[in-house]
């Protein structure tokens, strides 16, 4: 399902315009990017949590050459599913 899949079954279900739904995703979408950029975690009880995890600096192997190769620290977005979606796990 992509986002113009997902406004237009939140609209039918909640008997709300398309415009309305595509305003009140994008503010959602919005809301939790701004929280995850301030390394703040976004928790929806039942449904899940999205949080900032950070990873160390560590070294790899370039696996073309095998030459060894630094990969610096960086943090990724994640979601992880609440006893909502237990099924999923």
């Known amino acids: 399902m992509n986002k113009s ?14 415009k309305d739904t595509e305003q ?3 503010a959602f979408i919005d809301v939790v990017t701004d929280a995850l950029s301030k390394d703040e975690k976004v928790q929806l009880v039942g449904f899940g949590t999205f949080e900032v995890r950070k990873r ?4 790899g192997i370039n696996p073309l050459t095998k030459a060894p ?5 960086s943090k990724t977005p994640v979601f992880k599913a609440g006893k909502g979606l237990e099924g999923f796990r």
């Open 69 to 73: 190769i630094d990969i610096a620290a």
């Open 5 to 18: 899949e997902l406004i237009a079954a939140v609209a039918d279900k909640s008997d709300k315009t398309r």
């Open 24 to 26: 009140v995703i994008s």
């Open 56 to 59: 160390a600096a560590r070294k």
